[in-house]
Every structure is written in C-alpha cells, then in structure tokens.
C-alpha cells in the first residue's frame, strides 16, 4: 500500500513534467519550441536545451489563463496510473525503473502524436538510451547478455520492417524511431511479444481508425497517429506478459 501510494504521488508529480514536455514538443516541424504562453508571451519554461520546470496541471497560464498543453490533470492521471502498473509488472527493482521509465516517455510521445502527429527525435533518442543503459546494468548485474542481445535485435527487426513502411508512405519517420525504443522493450521480453506488440498496435489503430470512419469524424485520407497505438500496444503485452520484463535481475 505504501508502495503504491509512493508511485501514484510520484507519478502525478513527474506528469507535470511531462505536461511540460508536450506543450514544449508540439509544435509544427518547422516551428520553434514553446518555452512562453502563446497568448501572453509570458515566460513558462526556462531556456536552454532541457525544459524541465513542470507546468501546474489545471494546464493554464497563470498570466493570462488561456489553457496551454494538455487537458487538465490528463498526463498527471496517466502518469500515476502508469506508474501503478509498472509496478503491478514488476519483480525487482531494475523492472520497475524501465517501466516508469517507458511510461514517462510514452505517455509524452502519445500525447504529442495526437496533438500535433510528431514523435520529438531527442524524446526518442532519450527513451531509448535510457532503456538500454538500464538492460546494459542488469545485464551486468545478472551476468546474462542473452536478454540484452535479443533485445538489440529485436530493435533492428521492428526498425526495419517500419522503415519499409515508411518507405512505401504508410508510416512516418517517427513511428520508424520509435519502433527501435519499443523494439528493445518487447525484446528483452522475447520474439513472442515482439510479435504480439505489434500485431496488437495494428489492431487497435485498426479499431480506432474503423470507428472513425463510421463515425464520420474521418476520410480515409486523413492522417492517424499511430505512435500512441504503438505504445499501447507494447504496453499492454507488457503488462500482461506476467513480468518476464521484470527478468532484469533474477
């Protein structure tokens, strides 16, 4: 009970952060990064390369007032609830800072794929470095390089089969990327639930994109995000995987 009221606060608490993230990444492509309100050009981030001042969650400008990032307490809930089932995967402790680590990381890439339909390249590159430091310690710590090895190669694989996608339009560069992050996570678990990751996120973009079009709230020209797809659906096989990401160390 303690434990999982450690992680719900710090969860909310880090969702500020990311809170910030999103409102600093989602941008155009060409567009500079957000650092001041929008509407009062009053400062709200510090500058230089790392925005990390969280933003308060009842997501407004205490200037102005006008709403900035997402909806409010959105990524503080998630966040904290994310953190609950990092937990309820984990059997050790090097389990439990992958997991928090990927929820933090994968709950700013979804929202900001939905915003603005961009995966950051330094979020990417950050998630990912830091997932592989963490499999590199526990693969010190446990002795076994084989986790570690598959899960390297289990990167290449879903990296390249979305950069064909890309190459024939169906993906963006992003989702290529992201693939490569999600690709270590589902590899160190195993090629089962590489495959399972995967066919999960198509199958749920499948539904989203179904129901959308029944709906009428699309053509079938419009673009989707897939990214948040993707980290569900790593997500999910994650969880229900009964831990095996926990393996880290024995």
Not at 153 to 172: C, D
Not at 182 to 194: D, K, N, P, R
């Amino acid at each position: 009970m303690l434990i999982a009221t450690v992680l719900l606060v710090a969860g909310a608490a880090l969702g500020t952060c990311v809170r910030a993230a999103v409102f600093h990444y989602a941008v155009a492509v060409d567009d500079p990064r957000l650092r001041d309100c929008p509407s009062c050009s009053r400062p709200l981030l510090p500058q230089g390369r790392v925005a990390l001042r969280p933003l308060a969650p009842h997501g407004r400008c205490p200037g102005c007032r006008t709403r900035i990032g997402p909806l409010p307490a959105l990524p503080e809930t998630l966040t904290a609830l994310a953190f609950i089932g990092a937990a309820l995967a984990a059997r050790s402790p090097w389990s439990l800072v992958a997991g928090c680590w990927l929820a933090l990381f994968g709950i700013t890439l979804a929202l900001i794929d939905i915003e603005v339909h961009r995966l950051p390249d330094p979020l990417n590159l950050t998630a990912g470095t830091g997932l592989l430091l963490l499999m590199a310690a526990a693969t010190i710590t446990k002795g076994d390089a084989g986790p570690l090895l598959r899960a390297l190669i289990a990167a290449a694989v879903l990296g390249a089969f979305y950069l064909a996608m890309t190459v024939f339009g169906s993906m963006g560069l992003g989702d290529g990327k992201l693939s490569l992050v999600l690709g270590l996570a589902l590899g160190w678990l195993g090629w089962q639930h590489v495959l399972t990751g995967t066919c999960a996120a198509f199958l749920l973009g499948g539904i989203y994109g179904v129901v959308l079009l029944l709906t009428r709230r699309a053509t079938r020209k419009d673009p989707l995000p897939f990214g948040p797809f993707m980290i569900s659906g790593a997500a999910l096989v994650i969880l229900l995987s009964a831990c095996r990401f926990s393996d880290f160390v024995s």
